[in-house]
């Protein structure tokens, strides 16, 4: 059968134009990057402020033109705090969304049920704040966004407190662990064990009681009756508030407070507690006065703060804002470098080279850890009310390890009062 010429080249501009449409269908196609997070629930204050802080990435690097001429579109969903939601979540953000780019959301309980599913894919996993949850795995394309890390990140997350611990004269002998029945703090208190023998120091109480836990009173009095130089607690945010109020109520008062309470770092919760607060020592991973923190995480805080207020968020984002941005950086640094999304040349990259990030420079190890962990050591101090103001003090969170970055001196014994 004979085509005219005339209808060969209708075809033929026809085909040229589904080609360039395809490709421009292509290119103007939004690069997903795809996460669950803490909207409601327990995590929530935590979880909010890290979305705010990774949708300002979003807006800054589709500002620039998007990501290999793609524009970024951030796919996420609640977890509403509650493990048991996440596999559901990542079946469907790459079974269903098909999403480019898979990162986890806030907390070390989310990104520990995650795992599996991402395993299963086979594909690069970029965490956030997820502590030492690669120790399980030990899966090649995981890379933790979070400041403890080294060859012990377990460890690392309360080496600080010890620390302090040990400088003290006399120095403490014995101590009281409790935490959660759950995935963060069996890995801390893990971490905590390690350390206290190494440091000849003699543990007097170690239990952990349900994550559903409502009343933290039989809890800390069980913990008082022993008496301890040191308590250490890993807590997660209600029972943070919980066992600190109980503490108060039945008056106890070890030398050293404190250890692993997330949720002292939101700015809802220290409000909320206020001069509660004075004489803890806990953890923390970025304060603008710290000294590691650089020209451009202070720059993202001031534009974080401009909208936290209307957007019903952390108001000071000092905790969770500016690794959330860093998590995007990375991904953003590691697609320009690969040319594109592929999970092996992803991976590759990640575990080769150096990330530079509003949190500072970030290398991976072999775990997906940090190289060099960079948790401190810091004491409440000072704190006369429930404003927002007095956070932004440095003399209200005082730096106490590494040394290095210290900004005070520590109130030793634990004195709530002042």
């Known amino acids: 059968m004979r085509m005219e010429r005339r209808t060969f080249g209708k075809l033929a501009v026809a085909g040229t134009a589904a080609s360039i449409i395809g490709k421009a269908s292509a290119q103007n196609k939004p690069l997903t990057i795809g996460f669950g997070m803490a909207l409601t629930g327990s995590l929530a204050p935590n979880g909010k402020s890290a979305l705010l802080g990774m949708q300002i990435w979003e807006?800054?690097?589709n500002a620039r033109g998007g990501l290999l001429g793609r524009p970024v579109k951030l796919v996420y969903y609640d977890d509403a705090s509650n493990p048991s939601n996440v596999p559901g979540i990542y079946t469907k953000l790459l079974d269903v969304d098909k999403v480019d780019i898979v990162t986890s959301g806030y907390a070390t309980n989310m990104v520990?049920?995650?795992?599996?599913?991402?395993?299963?894919?086979?594909?690069?996993?970029?965490?956030?704040?997820?502590?030492?949850?690669?120790?399980?795995?030990?899966?090649?394309?995981y890379f933790s966004i979070t400041p403890t890390g080294g060859p012990n990140p377990k460890e690392s997350f309360s080496q600080g407190f010890f620390a302090v611990a040990m400088e003290q004269n006399p120095k403490p002998q014995t101590v009281a662990l409790t935490g959660a029945d759950a995935e963060f703090p069996r890995n801390a208190l893990d971490g905590v064990r390690a350390q206290l023998k190494k440091l000849g120091l003699k543990i007097v109480y170690d239990k952990t009681y349900p994550p559903n836990t409502a009343d933290y009173t039989p809890v800390v009095r069980a913990v008082a009756a022993t008496n301890p130089d040191i308590y250490f607690s890993a807590s997660y945010p209600a029972d943070t508030v919980g066992i600190i109020r109980a503490a108060h109520e039945i008056g106890f008062k070890p030398k050293l407070f404190g250890g692993g309470m997330v949720g002292l770092q939101a700015t809802a919760i220290k409000t909320q507690l206020?001069?509660?607060?004075?004489?803890?020592?806990?953890?923390?991973?970025?304060?603008?006065?710290?000294?590691?923190?650089?020209?451009?995480?202070?720059?993202?805080?001031?534009?974080?703060?401009?909208?936290?207020?209307?957007?019903?968020?952390d108001l000071l984002g000092y905790y969770l804002p500016p690794f959330?941005?860093?998590?995007?950086?990375?991904?953003?640094?590691?697609v320009k470098a690969t040319g594109g999304t592929n999970d092996d040349k992803l991976a590759e990259y990640a575990r080769k080279n150096t990330f530079k990030t509003v949190a500072g420079d970030i290398r991976f190890n072999a775990e997906g850890e940090w190289e060099e962990s960079q948790v401190m050591a810091v004491q409440f101090q000072g704190i006369t009310s429930n404003s927002v103001d007095q956070f932004r003090d440095p003399k209200t969170e005082v730096i106490l390890w590494p040394t290095k970055y210290r900004t005070g001196n520590i109130i030793y014994p634990y004195d709530p009062s002042k």
Request: charge should be negative; hydrophobic fraction near 45%.
């Open 324 to 334: 959330g941005y860093a998590l995007c950086q990375v991904v953003e640094q590691a």
């Open 59 to 61: 807006e800054d690097v």
């Open 274 to 313: 206020g001069p509660l607060l004075n004489g803890i020592v806990t953890y923390d991973f970025w304060l603008p006065w710290a000294g590691f923190a650089t020209d451009e995480g202070r720059e993202l805080i001031k534009k974080y703060q401009a909208r936290s207020a209307a957007a019903g968020v």
């Open 112 to 141: 520990a049920p995650a795992m599996p599913i991402v395993m299963q894919h086979d594909r690069t996993f970029f965490s956030l704040l997820g502590l030492a949850v690669n120790s399980e795995f030990h899966y090649p394309r």
